[in-house]
């Protein structure tokens, strides 16, 4: 099971930190993603990380804001991102895949375990 948390309500250029936390299973055997889909627009990916840590994956969208990153210890992904924009505004999923090409595929389709969402709002 997968359980996105730390959603919320952010003004334009402030920052926001999901956690997506495992459990289950055991993490550190899955490629974790996160995607967002906006309001009336398909799912899309967001940046994904290998098994390890050491690889991470990242749409041209979000590059230089969000950060991806691992704690295998405590079976959590976390998602900082920062310098929010209100095209940011999504409902955030973390998902996990047992395919260690999923890192830089892009591919929902890759992805077989997805928590429920956080929703993320970034207006003023």
């Known amino acids: 099971q997968l359980q996105a948390s730390g959603g919320g309500l952010v003004q334009p250029g402030g920052s926001l930190r999901l956690s997506c936390a495992v459990s289950g299973r055991t993490s550190s055997n899955y490629v974790m993603g996160w995607f967002r889909q906006a309001p009336g627009k398909e799912r899309e990916f967001v940046l994904a990380i290998s098994q390890s840590g050491g690889t991470a994956n990242y749409a041209d969208s979000v590059k230089g804001r969000f950060t991806i990153s691992r704690d295998n210890a405590k079976n959590t992904v976390y998602l900082q991102m920062n310098s929010l924009k209100p095209e940011d505004t999504a409902v955030y999923y973390c998902?996990?895949?047992?395919?260690?090409?999923?890192?830089?595929?892009?591919?929902?389709?890759?992805?077989?375990?997805w928590g429920q969402g956080t929703l993320v709002t970034v207006s003023s």
């Open positions: 998902a996990a895949s047992i395919w260690t090409a999923a890192v830089t595929r892009n591919r929902e389709t890759d992805f077989g375990f």
